[in-house]
């Protein structure tokens, strides 16, 4: 059962707070949907296969709109942080070993 700490929508927020590169070139429903993904996902390994996916589309995109590599990667680093610091608050009972 889930605390009431945070729900989807606040985690959602939570990680894409400060990502308006990424949420301009990517477009706000692409991000906002994987992550709201990652975010319902229960299974610690598949959410941050999910997470991965999204941050290489993330480096691309990024790369794509002019940014340099090192740039892309170290912004699309940070949002990754994010989202996986979010999943954790939000999947507290996930942490404990099967």
């Known amino acids: 059962m889930r605390s009431a700490g945070m729900n989807i929508e606040e985690a959602v927020t939570a990680a ?6 990424l949420l301009s070139c990517l477009g706000q429903p692409v991000v906002a949907y994987h992550v709201t993904a990652i975010m319902r996902e229960t299974d610690k390994i598949h959410a941050r296969e999910m997470q ?4 290489r589309r993330s480096i691309e995109a990024l790369v794509d709109d002019g940014l340099e590599d090192v740039e892309a990667e170290i912004f699309a680093s ?3 942080g994010r989202v996986g610091s979010a ?12």
């Open 52 to 55: 991965l996916a999204l941050l």
């Open 87 to 98: 999943w954790d608050l939000l999947h507290p009972a996930s942490e404990t070993p099967h």
């Open 16 to 21: 894409t707070a400060g990502s308006g590169a």
């Open 78 to 80: 940070q949002l990754d």
